[in-house]
């Protein structure tokens, strides 16, 4: 503890207010995906665990032991049909039980046949309704486990040039999505994500965070525009990408996840950390001003990876506090002294308020919090010495 | 001739409608910009050439030049400040003699030391000031001239983390629009280009054609964008930008150049052919759409390249020819064949018959168009014979 | 035939000899994959096709169609142990029948369970042992199958800073290399292919085309470099390195494919057909030139591609016609005239004694040669007209 | 000093060698470049600051400061011809008196008339001639100044295809080299440089590190590859790079700045610090080992950047302690630990001895590094206070 105090005491002469930093800790929950808890692979191959959970319900036991140890992963979202079920109501009482609710319902338009050349966006009509039919069962899906949200990703796309007719597909996706819209409640949000490649390899019918945006104010009010770390080319500036949607009201959600090269996902905050936590600056500036408050404050936060060769519990838990990490540096941000910068045209001057944040160590701050919180202070260690990860070898005898 | 009319019948049996290909090619026009005529470099050299303009007057006597051979470039761009003048009706009058227009008005924000952080988006209101009155200052200029179009490039970016607020930077530039936009006349457009980077290097404030969009959206119909060739992250899909702004009504104007890597302003077309050729087909597909057709028919196509070693007028000459190369094969595309491949999802039907029109030479055809217009086959080589070249050179003297 | 006959006078009338170009075609040939007959996909999903083949014969059966048609693809990659059998000389006696050789012979060393971590470069002895040992058997099935070929992909690499130790994984796969360079036959040749990532998201072992010849000066002169088009990042100049390769004589073979983002397996030239041409316009000028001759004459050109979306046979001939096409303008620079220009300084004349040959239609020579060949002029036609996509679905019942 | 007692008992239960780390802290160096100090700017602009230094004498001066205040900087690169002068023993004894040496001398081969078309890669014999003179001359303004170091920055290329023959610019470039080699006494070494593009856009000469190591080794044991960190395509794994330069013995000198998108030349460790860190890592563990100490402890650290909106002398300590502290946080990797996870197959475990390394502060130990050292703990601050600034503002009376 004499190390946080005496933490403390310079981030206080520096003008910190801890107790604010604390309390944004404290409400800050990061949502988990079912689908992180089972095996995952690349085209090259799928290396098979062992201990893997078989059903939606495993998959929310694991995804409570998450939660269970660092406090801030209260919501799982999941995937249709890969959690399909006959009993939703189960499944939200099950999660309740386990204190988890479900979060986002994701609608699958990439693995039946029938989508080899599109789902909403296909040529054939027939195509076409079978995939706005999935999204509004998700609909009912997301009403029958008590979920608000409806996050959208259009696998579509093209191989080769000709393939399809870009404007075409423009239309017949905006039909799908009026039709969602209309399915929805009122309170109930669609988060329309986009990317670049993958797996249509000539043009994807959302490529971009402008065509999402595009698309999400044609819908309507219930339509936000949802961010994955991995769906940008090469060199894109995502954070400035961030403050624009913040600034119009349409940034509804993330997929966070990491990558160097294409759609990697690995684990957020590994191979470029500063990255996040640029991102998570202008996430706190957004919520500190009136203007885009609202917006930022419903932001949904949400892990979308691939642990293909790491331990997938151990493997969120980092995930999940390598976010926590760079929203903590984001919150000790001098932001007085970075609008004095700002002003007065001292480029060093702010550059180093932002950088000095970021090369705080925030270390000794999540401990106390966690302690605050009832948690242990260091979750991985705690988790690994729980038996969890030798317990979840019964399920494959 | 036999070879053109060989050429001719291969088409129609194809079903190609010759004359209107002829037609389009013959009302097919380019602008150059006066910029492209004098001596350009990289950061690390200018190699200075002899004969070079010394002002408007001689760079309008040079782009007099490529319209004379290639037919097709009857409009020049100007630069503010580098090609002021205190008499703008004397210029439209020299041009007007030279069988030319004054076409789009190019403001400068970029090159003045109150710019280093900055114009319209800097944090000082005086550079901000100082900004809007030039492109205000544009609009008497481009009504002096005859000019319908302000070509709006704001070069405004940061090169640091924390450097500039996003958001607030953003409304700034909102103002600025607006106040462009109220001192155009009705039958004014500005056109909104948009660049990842360059010279800013950590962020730009038009980064991209989703920026450029929401501005033009805000700033009301006398907006369009500008799309760049060279101004994308690496993979970027160009054409299907093209696609999704014409079908907004928003695809206002094209810089022509190519590019391997960055914005490397290469002769259009010498690097990535079919990614011209790919473009026009949108085009030439927006042309013949009812609900696109207005809008595909007033794009204003513009040379927007750096010769930095390469002779200016056989350079601009090489730009011209490889664009309306482009433009021909596109008008051979066999759009009913495209389509009902698409209806039937004849994934390598449809490719074929976008490939084989750019496999297509239409070096027959160009040389027949171009005699049907008075002009020689050949205008490089009918260039270079003129003895215009040599008599550059008196300028050094 | 009059079309051909203009076409031929044309290029005469440039100084093309016009019999060593269709020797030069003649006598070219493409390997196809086996694995390229099959069903395959992305990480999302394997769309099924029908009547696909069940075995390596089938696979063969399918390859010999492709090489029916085209003339041009008589042997046939195989990969271990996707094609494995018991008995090599009954896959060598089938092939044979068919027309056929077996050409490269390919470990896999990315689907064992024991390979999560690397094969070669495992920190793991055992699992390094085993997987030389895969590498050695890909010796004695080269040799049982007539191959002089071991075309070896090494997909290891890390997913995460400090996962491995670069160096030491580095002296793992010289070891791995030199031993299989042991059990080779002096006759046969190693082909080091590169990767910059995927599988492997953080670092690949054999990141790109420095590493793969360091590899191969290394091992000696049995190893050669292998150049897969998709295994580069963006605005990397590959007729550049090829050229280096082939100046160093370890210029080996290629893998064949396009791509727009990453590694897309996408039909060769299907994307940017120009970059296709500037490579073989390397590799003929390799072919005339004394100092490189022999390296260039022995380059094994492979097709490697994935077909999602796209019907096998097909698309095999399709990539196969593309790359024939682009050859075959190659064949046409009229590399006199180039050297004159390059070495007056001449940048444009240059660079148009290049566009021109690519903007040459070689369809009336490629007919033609086919002709000669005994072959039918349009190849994908013929093809589908032949009832084998029918006859394949047999397969199914 | 609380705060350091608590940071160095933290450490040293971790296991870390503290006063390993510091005497490492103290003999470490990095080039500052007489360029950094004079104005600089992109193709676009040149904003011109006051107080510039007029000649080298002031340059070294300039750099004199940065050496007072961050006691690192003891060297001086020196360009030709910008550096010019006629009496080079009156430079060294200058630098001398301030403290200084001159390090490495870097010739200029892009900045003549005659260079358009390249230099040592020139297809007109007498310019190659005039370029490799230069680089002799270069030897001798080392011998008189006292350095060791031919820097080698080649940036010829060409801008299209077709432009330049590859292969016998290769070859002209390794004569090149020969010759220069020659010159250099036994201990110069040179170093050479290679990137991707700019000032040529479609190939560079040198184009990548295996380009330059290559030409390294076919030069001999003088010579070197130099790592700009600007100069790679997107993607590049660099500390992956440098691995395999340090294990080949071919690992020279660096180029130190950052880049979000091309060759952005910004204050190194400001846009990805992480990946700063992680070269460090690399270089350290070279460090450690037998077989790459020597190679390692010769590695000539230098920062080249152009800090066009930033006040030079701030611009360069900020970029000179960035350096500083990303080697000290690699010093603090528990390398021991790092080896058991990797032999074990402890992914996660891997990647946590590494980012915990890279998320400690290190401000603490620093500071007392400094005092230690006889320096200010704040080297930014005391240089700001220390006058010089305003100083400098009397070159330009």
């Known amino acids: 503890m004499d190390e946080y105090r005496l ?7 520096k003008g910190t207010d801890i107790e604010w930093v604390k309390s944004k800790l404290h409400s800050f929950t990061v ?8 095996d995952s692979g690349t085209r090259f191959n799928v290396f098979r665990q062992q201990g893997m959970p078989r059903n939606i319900f495993e998959k929310l036991e ?40 479900i979060g986002s319902v994701n609608p699958n338009l990439f693995q039946e046949d029938e989508y080899r050349l599109g789902s909403v966006c296909n040529a054939d009509p027939a195509v076409r309704r079978k995939a706005i039919d999935h999204l509004t069962e998700c609909v009912h899906i997301a009403r029958a486990t008590g979920s608000k949200t409806i996050s959208l990703w259009i696998p579509d796309g093209t191989n080769y040039p000709g393939q399809g007719d870009f404007r075409k597909r423009k239309e017949w996706l905006l039909e799908a999505l009026s039709e969602l819209n209309s399915a929805m409640d009122d309170d109930m949000r669609m988060l329309i994500e986009y990317k670049t490649f993958e797996p249509a390899f000539y043009h994807t019918d959302v490529a971009d965070w ?44 993330f997929h966070f996840n990491n990558r160097k090269y294409a759609d990697d996902d690995l684990i957020v905050g590994s191979i470029n950390p500063y990255e996040l936590f640029l991102i998570f600056n202008e ?18 936060y949400m892990i979308d990876q691939s642990h293909c060769i790491e331990p997938k519990i151990p493997a969120m838990i980092r995930s999940v506090l390598n976010v926590q990490t760079a929203y903590a540096k984001a919150l000790l941000v001098n932001r007085q002294m970075l609008e004095e910068c700002r002003n007065r045209g001292d480029v060093l001057g702010a550059e180093a ?21 009832g948690l242990d202070p260091d979750p991985m260690k705690a988790y690994l010495q729980s038996g969890y990860e030798e317990k979840k070898l019964e399920r494959d005898k």
Chains 1, 2, 3, 4 share one sequence.
Request: charged share 30%.
């Open 210 to 253: 402008g065509m999402a945006y595009a698309f999400a104010v044609k819908t309507g009010k219930k339509a936000q525009v949802l961010v994955d770390l991995g769906h940008h080319p090469q060199g894109v500036n995502i954070e400035h990408i961030v403050a624009f949607l913040l600034d119009e009201g349409k940034m509804g959600g």
């Open 283 to 300: 996430l706190i500036s957004g919520e500190l001003d009136p203007r885009t408050r609202n917006t930022a404050e419903n932001i949904a």
């Open 62 to 101: 694991d995804a409570a032991q998450v939660n269970k140890f660092t406090g801030m992963c209260p919501s799982v979202a999941i995937h249709i049909p890969w959690d399909k079920t006959d009993d939703y109501d189960k499944v939200r009482r099950f999660a309740s039980d386990l204190g988890l609710k």
């Open 7 to 13: 933490w403390e005491k310079r981030q206080k002469d």
């Open 353 to 373: 308020v932002i950088r000095e944040a970021f090369e705080t160590d925030v270390r000794p701050l999540l401990q106390v919090v966690r302690q605050e919180a």
């Open 31 to 38: 949502e988990t995906p079912s689908w992180g808890y089972g």
